[in-house]
């Protein structure tokens, strides 16, 4: 019988017809919602989300992506402990939370995580922070 209902594809194979070959289901894992990843910078690194750039002038034209220029300004989400200096002792960061920054324009590391965009950049790369 197993073998004509494996050649007969209109033939279904139902578990009841086996019950000696009864199979265990596996525990399902946590949905993917529930675990969320953080990004925690090391020493004096930064984390930032860059800042949109608009995609239409004040004319009214709309800019294509392939014209676009990389963005420079961004927005701090994590800061780092601190780099230390030559005698042990911790230095802290200008930069805090919440502030918004100008950065070299090729610098840092782009990072995609759960669907945001990240750069991860040292403090040295930072040219300003943005007082508005």
């Known amino acids: 019988m197993l073998i004509s209902a494996l050649l007969n594809p209109d033939t279904c194979i139902l578990q009841e017809d086996f019950p000696h070959m009864a199979t265990k ?5 946590a949905p ?18 860059p800042l949109k750039q608009d995609e239409v002038t004040a004319s009214g034209l709309v800019i294509p992506d392939t014209v676009k220029e990389k963005p420079q300004q961004g927005e701090v989400v994590a800061v780092g402990p601190g780099r230390l200096d030559d005698n042990g002792k911790r230095v802290a960061l200008e930069v805090s939370v919440g502030d918004r920054i100008l950065y070299a324009k090729y610098t840092g590391t782009e990072v995609k995580l759960d669907n945001n965009e990240y750069i991860v950049l040292n403090e040295k790369d930072i ?5 508005i």
Do not use: G
């Not at 289901?25 to 894992?29: D, E, Q, R």
């Not at 040219?127 to 007082?131: E, F, I, K, P, S």
């Open 32 to 49: 993917k919602a529930a675990m969320k990843t953080k990004l925690v910078p090391l020493a004096d690194r930064i984390v930032i989300t």
């Open 25 to 29: 289901t596996a525990p399902k894992p």
């Open 127 to 131: 040219l300003a922070r943005l007082v």
